[in-house]
């Protein structure tokens, strides 16, 4: 069950489920919001790492995480990339 999903800054990506557990109790359909977990961002395309579903979110409107989001920047240390 991949799915297609959208973050506010435009950048889509698919992610699976995080675990059999979502998916008996959660069916997202398209336009619900959900959360998801990662391991940080690639650079270039700025997609998440490694994303997994990890909750629906029946109490937002697109419109709050729009209002809510904040982008995160690359921090350039040495050979390594951190974003903060």
């Known amino acids: 069950m991949l799915a297609m999903h959208l ?9 699976a489920p995080g675990t059999t557990e979502f998916i ?6 398209v336009g619900d919001i959900v ?10 395309s700025k997609k998440p790492k490694s994303p997994s579903l990890h ?3 029946e109490d937002m409107a697109w419109e709050d995480v729009v209002k809510n989001f904040k982008e995160k920047k690359p921090l350039i240390t040495g050979m390594h990339h951190s974003w903060v």
């Open 24 to 29: 008996k109790r959660q069916t997202p359909k």
């Open 55 to 57: 909750r629906l979110r």
């Open 7 to 15: 973050r506010p800054n435009g950048v889509t990506f698919t992610a």
């Open 35 to 44: 959360t998801f977990k990662y391991k940080g961002f690639f650079f270039g």
